[in-house]
């Protein structure tokens, strides 16, 4: 006769995991729609750019207090020789983009 109030209780048990299984289900479904996926993809591509344009800013900054350089002397020469800058060091202390210099990893 004890044993009635066991079964009430294994019944709620199951009812509960079926509404976090139901609740589950749905989340995954409403995450995986493309619009979704598209505009978490669009904040993450942006949070990524702000922080490499934040990344080339500290290299600027350390540049000019670590090396003196001047506006002038700082060089955004990319790897293949492009956007040199004639008054920049010749021995790359002052590229953003050298290891000499910046050392800030290039990417298009």
Known sequence: MNEKGNVLFIILVAVALFAALTYAVTQST???NPDTINREMTTLNDADDEDYQSTIKQAVQRLKFTNDCTDAEISYEEPDGTNANPSAPIDESCHVFRPN????????
């Open 30 to 32: 409403a995450v995986s």
């Open 101 to 108: 210099g910046g050392g800030v990893n290039f990417r298009e």
